[in-house]
């Protein structure tokens, strides 16, 4: 839990900054315009339940902790989730990750 007010808007607030995302990016990944994240931070407006759910999915965020505070903020991500991503991260670059993944790719099922 923060301390100081812990509610929804400061939990917006606290996510975007653990992500070190500005207001302008952090909306534009879930659909809304800088201002409306700034109300969402200032307590002038709340999220629809369409949004809580964009920000859930799109940072894996647990929607429990961002309603209530309660638990850890970011869901466990399971082993398949954790290799997508290393994959899609590795693709992007092109370092040693990307030959290895290229060079293991060719490996038929009994070299590997």
């Not at 800088?34 to 809580?52: F, K, L, S």
Request: some cysteine; aromatic content about 8%; charged content about 25%.
């Amino acid at each position: 839990m923060l301390l100081g007010g812990d509610t929804l808007h400061t939990r917006i607030k606290a996510l975007r900054n653990a992500l070190g995302l500005n207001q302008t990016d952090f909306g534009a990944a879930v659909g809304v315009k800088q201002t409306t994240v700034a109300g969402y931070e200032n307590g002038t407006r709340t999220p629809i339940d369409a949004v809580v759910s964009a920000i859930c999915r799109e940072f894996n965020v647990s929607e429990t902790w961002l309603r209530t505070g309660d638990g850890p903020m970011f869901r466990p991500r399971s082993r398949n989730e954790e290799l997508f991503e290393f994959l899609n991260t590795a693709v992007e670059e092109d370092g040693i990750k990307a030959r290895l993944l290229t060079v293991m790719a060719r490996l038929s099922e009994d070299q590997w």
